[in-house]
């Protein structure tokens, strides 16, 4: 198993231009979720999926968009990329079990923007 | 919304010494984790706790979560340099399973 694996791992944007983090994970699991991460700041949830078709919003969504076509897949799109955003992007996993929901974790995105 | 507050901050020891991170909710929580990162890598998960007053142990590490289920602490003994990293508390409500980060405690040892 691969696990959770996240594209690209750094990246660098321009202030206004849009990109798109990909995340797959191949334990099958219902939970998805982006998390950011910055300085001091701890993770903070950006969206998470409780499955395919379900997104809903986290602490700080504004600015990103997700979909959740497949259980495989969770893509973060950036529509118009700030300064502000510049930070690691982890993306996470889990069973959809209150009593067992450990996350998992892929490698991060590291994304500056100038 | 649900707060996690994570004391302290920044831990420097001594390798051999003891180190505790604690961690407070501002709600009752349903479960608690712990997860380490190391420098540069992501975060990993350690452990879950889901009962009130429940202690756990995996080797020199004791995990525990208080009677209220509001609070939580992870206990290091003789820290070695493979201790290093910041170690995050994670408090989950209700059956969303969404998790809440603390900001983390960042372990640094002296060897």
């Known amino acids: 198993n691969a696990g959770v694996t996240q594209t690209p791992k750094f990246q660098v944007l321009k202030t206004g231009q849009s990109m798109t983090l990909q995340c797959a994970q191949d334990?099958?699991?219902?939970?998805m979720s982006w998390y950011r991460q910055d300085p001091g700041m701890g993770l903070r949830l950006i969206h998470y999926s409780v499955g395919a078709g379900i997104t809903d919003q986290g602490e700080v969504p504004n600015g990103y968009n997700v979909s959740r076509s497949t259980t495989e897949d969770f893509p973060l799109r950036l529509l118009s990329a700030a300064p502000s955003q510049t930070s690691v992007y982890f993306c996470?996993?889990?069973?959809?079990?209150?009593?067992?929901?450990?996350?998992?974790f892929g490698p991060g995105t590291r994304l500056t923007v100038l | 919304g649900q707060q996690v507050m994570q004391i302290p901050q920044y831990q420097h020891v001594q390798e051999g010494e003891d180190f505790t991170t604690y961690c407070n909710s501002s709600t009752t929580l349903s479960n608690i984790q712990w997860y380490k990162q190391r420098p540069g890598g992501h975060p990993v998960f350690l452990i879950q706790?889901?009962?009130?007053?429940e202690v756990k142990k995996q080797k020199r590490l004791t995990f525990q979560f208080g009677e209220a289920k509001k609070n939580s602490s992870l206990h290091i003994t003789a820290t070695q340099t493979t201790d290093v990293g910041t170690y995050f508390c994670?408090?989950?409500?209700?059956?969303?399973?969404?998790?809440?980060f603390g900001k983390g405690t960042l372990l640094t040892v002296n060897p």
């Open positions: 334990m099958n699991h219902e939970y």
């Open positions: 994670a408090g989950g409500r209700g059956s969303n399973y969404k998790l809440t």
């Open positions: 706790l889901v009962k009130s007053g």
């Open positions: 996470a996993s889990s069973y959809a079990r209150e009593w067992d929901n450990e996350q998992f």
